[in-house]
C-alpha cells in the first residue's frame, strides 16, 4: 500500500515559474525522499530529509519537512522544460533486526509535472 | 563508475509463464531491492537483498521470488505470471541496507498478453 498521498496529481505551469509539490504521509520516518522520473524510465535521487531536518536546498530544489503534520513540500524555482517529469515522495523507515538496520522506501502516487516552453 | 543495470529492457510473456529479471548494483553497493510499479503509481516495495538473504519483504505473493549472489547482483523471478503482472520492475541498489539514497536502474517493462 502507498504510505503517502501526493497533491497535486497534476501540475502544468510555464517555463520560469515556480512549482510546489506537497507529499504527506501516515507514519513516523527516518527520512523523506524525493525522486524524479522521466517517461516510465528509472527514479532519479533528488534530495533527502531526515526527521530531525525542516528544510534543505539543493540547486533549485528546496525541500521541507513538517513531522508534526506528516507533510513534506518540493519547491522547484525558475522551472525549465527540461523538468517536465514525475516527482516521487519516498519515505523511509529503519528495521532493526539482527544487529543491523534494514531500510525501504514507500512511494506515493506522484505528481505529473508539465513546464510549456 | 557504472551506476545500476538491468536487463532485459523489456519482456513480452503469456499468462501462466514464468520470468526472470536481473540486476546489477552500482559499484561499492550490497544491498539490492526490487519494487514494482504499474502504469500511473507509484513503485511499490517487492523484496530487498542482503547477504545473499530475504530481508524484507512486501505485500507480494510466494510467486514473486528472488534471489542474490556472491557478487550482490541479483534476480527476480515471477511464476505464474497474471496479467495484473504487467509492470516496469525497477531495482535499486544501497549500501549495507541503510535508509539512505537508493540508486535506482532504468528498469524492465514487463507485458503479460
Known amino acids: 500500500s502507498q504510505q503517502g498521498e501526493e497533491d497535486p496529481q497534476a501540475l502544468s505551469i510555464q517555463e520560469g515559474e515556480n512549482a510546489t509539490m506537497n507529499c504527506s504521509y501516515k507514519?513516523?520516518?527516518?527520512?523523506l525522499q524525493w525522486y524524479r522520473q522521466n517517461s516510465g524510465r528509472g527514479l532519479v535521487h533528488l534530495i533527502l530529509?531526515?526527521?530531525?531536518?525542516r528544510e534543505k536546498h539543493s540547486g533549485r530544489l528546496r525541500v521541507t519537512l513538517d513531522t508534526s503534520k506528516k507533510s513534506s513540500s518540493l519547491l522547484i524555482t525558475a522551472s525549465r522544460a527540461a523538468d517536465t517529469a514525475s516527482y516521487f515522495c519516498?519515505?523511509?523507515?529503519?528495521?532493526?533486526?539482527?544487529?543491523?538496520?534494514?531500510?525501504?522506501?514507500?512511494f506515493g502516487q506522484g505528481t505529473i509535472l508539465t513546464v510549456h516552453p | 563508475d557504472a551506476g545500476v543495470t538491468q536487463s532485459p529492457t523489456h519482456l513480452i510473456k503469456t499468462r501462466g509463464q514464468q520470468v526472470t529479471l536481473r540486476c546489477s548494483p552500482k559499484?561499492?553497493?550490497?544491498?539490492v531491492s526490487w519494487y514494482q510499479q504499474a502504469l500511473g503509481q507509484g513503485p511499490q516495495f517487492i523484496f530487498q537483498?542482503?547477504?545473499?538473504?530475504?530481508?524484507q519483504r512486501g505485500n507480494f505473493p510466494d510467486r514473486f521470488s528472488g534471489h542474490q549472489f556472491p557478487n550482490y547482483s541479483s534476480e527476480l523471478n515471477v511464476n505464474a505470471l497474471l496479467l495484473g503482472d504487467s509492470a516496469l520492475y525497477l531495482c535499486?541498489?544501497?549500501?549495507?541496507?541503510?535508509?539512505?539514497?537508493?540508486?535506482f536502474g532504468p528498469g524492465t517493462r514487463l507485458t503479460v498478453l
Open positions: 507514519t513516523s520516518i527516518n527520512n
Open positions: 519516498a519515505t523511509a523507515k529503519a528495521i532493526n533486526a539482527g544487529g543491523t538496520s534494514y531500510g525501504k522506501l514507500t
Open positions: 535499486a541498489s544501497s549500501r549495507q541496507a541503510y535508509t539512505d539514497t537508493q540508486y
Open positions: 537483498y542482503y547477504e545473499e538473504e530475504e530481508r
Open positions: 530529509i531526515r526527521s530531525n531536518e
Open positions: 559499484s561499492g553497493h550490497d544491498t
